[in-house]
């Protein structure tokens, strides 16, 4: 029966995640921007656009030069939740590829420091006046989810394991529409029913910096604007009188 | 009020300063009347029905604008931002801090435009559009400058300005618009300058100019108008022509153009490199200013156009003029529009160009020669101006617009300091007056505003001796002439860099 309320709630939140996250793309893709905006000195060549963007997702170098704190903090939380995610690829592969049973330790270890990222931006949050001041409670749940989806997944790394062998069934069959049992367990129930918590919210809520980074004008742009006219759609419009000289 | 006015302390060190909730909590700058918002084609006085006006312009906006519509969505109230902004340094104030004055929009946005705030609006920290929001938003959309100096260290590039634009363009479009920014882009309208000072006295001025630099140098430098055929049309900010320091930069350009025998013009219907536009965030005002540009450009047949020392009229140059005017290089083909200014210019030179561009390509080919001795009465620090560092650029390279001006001044002059690096380049901090705040119903924020600046000048004044503190920016130069005695500084210690070029350079001599 858990069973199946799992399956139906991953259904669900997959398609919200996948459609809501598509559709918020497709706006921000469909959006003009009528003007160039890059905060300077930006690149001026399209792949020193790439090499900035890859700067800020990889690196986060705008948050390097704002605060070294919130920065370690988020960076070794990001860094962490990727590996964690990567790791957990081996619950929906099989074969496994090889790389991802190689970083296995890695990413169960990288649950720890993803526990302490969070832990350290949630504590900025209560601790910074500043912090404190513009948070929301939206911002304090976002956090508490994290960190009882790692705890959790800690838990049964370290404490108490779960059927994993049984999860993966699962989680396959899920895949291949083949429905499978789900091991009874209850720290299982709440990883897994947080993750889908968190898949659902994605698309609307700020989880959208992920995507929303791609397409932000100050970041996005080449500083060429002397060389190369850019108008959008609705501005060229306005041209229609052709001299475009206002008298 | 100015009679209480005082500048805040300097920090002993400077550290980030605790919050002081409602400091500058008040009714904000004066509100434009009936006769300066029709003319600029917005309501009157607030519409009965604001609130639907206003949300309908906002979701107009959020599809017009990709930068409205993703950063809206994407901040996670880091709050790297929270202790960028010159205005929440000086004043303490909470909703001064970049993300808290976002959240004023972004407050309204949730609640109207997203899901969760719909149906969870305390969760989210969405609130109705209430008159008290508007009220908010009025006031603290002119604390912001538009200086882009939180963007710089938003992991995601959010830019306030852009909000702030938005902002005061809901304002705008429900009748409540800012009297001094609004005043201003409709005397440019009528008159073709911000000062509203018409074309027989701008010639008459001119010529006053001529007698006074023959006197001072016993050469005709001109300052031409309205010379067709000219080479060279110089758009300069309209305070260059009679507000001090500015006149003496304007100077400085005369005598460069002088110097090389260049053709240049000024001209009488398109005298304002400034646009108000750009700060009421208002495309369509911003357009109508900068085509008069495109005319002039027009009907006087330049080849070149070269812009004067004015910060965010360089960002509107440099940046939109070619989206706005055609003022640029590489049109469509097919864009009648644009081809047909793009065709008349000289394309062998950047379009447009900054004065101090032209200016450091003279000096670079070795077209000027000067005698430095003639500044070595000042000490010479430089401050970057927001827009041009952070929403320009001079050269062919990223950071030129740094790089040029100091070279300029190392060339004119013999003693030249930086000011902490923390505060200069892209870091640089607002002079506290820009984007369309420089107006003395402001001069309380506008003081306060300019403590980080005024911090770091201290420190090199205290340990350099310096007494010249050079810009490329009118509003810079008038706001810190206006608030430095705030700060025990002389006034007269400001200038543009173009008139340590005026004092060095030599006449005649090649």
Redesign the interface.
């Given at each position: 029966m858990t069973g199946i309320l799992f399956a139906i709630l991953f259904y669900f939140a997959t398609l919200m995640l996948v459609v809501g996250t598509l559709y918020?793309i497709s706006?921000?893709t469909r959006?003009?921007?009528?003007?160039?905006?890059p905060?300077?000195?930006?690149?001026?060549t399209t792949g020193g656009v790439v090499m900035r963007m890859m700067r800020?997702v990889f690196l986060?170098e705008?948050?390097f030069?704002?605060?070294l704190w919130?920065w370690a903090a988020?960076w070794l939380f990001h860094a962490s939740l990727a590996l964690v995610l990567l790791r957990h690829l081996r619950y929906f592969t099989e074969p496994v590829w090889h790389w991802v049973v190689f970083m296995q330790p890695f990413g169960t270890y990288a649950g720890i420091t993803m526990l302490l990222g969070v832990a350290a931006l949630w504590a900025?949050r209560i601790f910074?006046?500043?912090?404190r001041?513009?948070?929301?409670?939206?911002?304090h749940?976002m956090l508490a989810l994290f960190m009882v989806i790692a705890m959790s997944g800690l838990v049964m790394s370290f404490v108490e394991h779960t059927d994993v062998v049984a999860v993966k069934g699962f989680m396959l069959g899920l895949m291949n529409f083949d429905r499978q049992k789900l091991p009874s367990n209850f720290v299982l129930y709440v990883h897994l029913f947080m993750v889908a918590v968190l898949m659902m919210?994605f698309p609307?809520?700020?989880l959208?910096?992920a995507p929303?980074?791609f397409?932000?004008?100050?970041?996005n742009q080449a500083?060429n604007?002397?060389?190369?006219?850019?108008?959008s759609g609705?501005?060229k419009q306005?041209?229609s009188n052709?001299?475009?000289?206002?008298? | 009020m100015s009679a209480t006015i005082t500048a805040p302390a300097y920090r002993v060190i400077p550290i980030i300063p605790t919050l002081k909730p409602g400091s500058m909590e008040g009714p904000g700058p004066f509100v434009a009347n009936e006769k300066i918002q029709e003319g600029l084609g917005f309501p009157g006085k607030l519409v009965d029905d604001w609130h639907d006006q206003a949300i309908a312009k906002m979701g107009e906006l959020l599809g017009k604008y990709r930068s409205l519509k993703v950063f809206m969505d994407t901040c996670v109230h880091c709050g790297a931002c929270s202790d960028k902004c010159h205005y929440f340094i000086g004043t303490q104030d909470p909703k001064n801090m970049p993300v808290a004055r976002q959240d004023l929009m972004r407050s309204v946005y949730r609640r109207y435009f997203t899901l969760p705030g719909k149906l969870f609006p305390k969760l989210v920290g969405a609130r109705d559009l209430t008159r008290e929001v508007l009220d908010e938003w009025h006031n603290y959309y002119h604390q912001c400058s538009e200086c882009r100096r939180c963007s710089v260290f938003c992991p995601y590039g959010i830019d306030t300005a852009e909000v702030t634009m938005a902002g005061r363009e809901i304002l705008d479009s429900v009748g409540y618009g800012q009297k001094y920014d609004n005043e201003i882009i409709g005397k440019v309208h009528k008159i073709g300058n911000n000062l509203g000072l018409p074309g027989p006295a701008l010639k008459d001025t001119l010529e006053g100019l001529e007698e006074d630099v023959k006197e001072a140098t016993g050469i005709d430098v001109k300052f031409p108008v309205d010379v067709k055929g000219a080479e060279v049309l110089l758009i300069t900010p309209s305070a260059d022509f009679f507000a001090e320091p500015h006149i003496d930069s304007l100077i400085g350009y005369g005598k460069v153009f002088h110097a090389t025998g260049t053709s240049w013009t000024l001209s009488s219907m398109s005298s304002e490199a400034a646009n108000f536009g750009m700060f009421i965030g208002n495309y369509e005002q911003l357009r109508k200013v900068a085509l008069r540009i495109r005319q002039a450009a027009l009907e006087l047949g330049v080849k070149r156009i070269v812009v004067g020392e004015c910060g965010h009229a360089w960002r509107v140059a440099y940046s939109f003029w070619n989206t706005l005017t055609g003022v640029g290089d590489g049109a469509d083909q097919d864009d009648k529009f644009a081809m047909m200014l793009q065709k008349q210019l000289d394309h062998r030179y950047k379009q447009p160009s900054h004065i101090c561009e032209f200016t450091w390509d003279l000096i670079e080919r070795g077209a000027l020669s000067f005698d430095k001795e003639a500044n070595d009465k000042h000490i010479i620090t430089f401050h970057d101006s927001c827009n041009v560092a952070r929403g320009s650029r001079m050269g062919d390279y990223p950071g030129g617009q740094f790089d040029i001006p100091r070279n300029i001044i190392k060339t004119v002059a013999n003693h030249f300091v930086e000011m902490d690096p923390g505060t200069t380049h892209e870091r640089t901090f607002c002079c506290g007056g820009g984007g369309g705040l420089l107006t003395d119903d402001l001069m309380d924020l506008r003081v306060k505003g300019a403590l980080p600046r005024m911090e770091v000048l201290q420190q090199v004044v205290d340990q350099h001796g310096v007494n010249f503190l050079a810009v490329i920016c009118a509003i810079c130069k008038t706001q810190f002439s206006k608030v430095m005695p705030y700060y025990g500084f002389d006034r007269n210690m400001v200038g543009g860099v173009h008139q340590l070029v005026s004092n060095a350079i030599k006449l005649g001599a090649k």
């Open positions: 918020r706006v921000y959006t003009p921007a009528p003007l160039k905006i905060t300077t000195p930006a690149p001026i800020e986060f705008s948050l030069k704002a605060n919130t988020g900025r910074v006046e500043r912090i001041y513009i948070s929301t409670p939206s911002d749940l919210i609307v809520s700020k959208l910096h929303g980074l397409f932000s004008p100050s970041r500083d604007p002397r060389d190369k006219r850019h108008i609705w501005a306005l041209e052709e001299t475009g000289v206002a008298r | -």
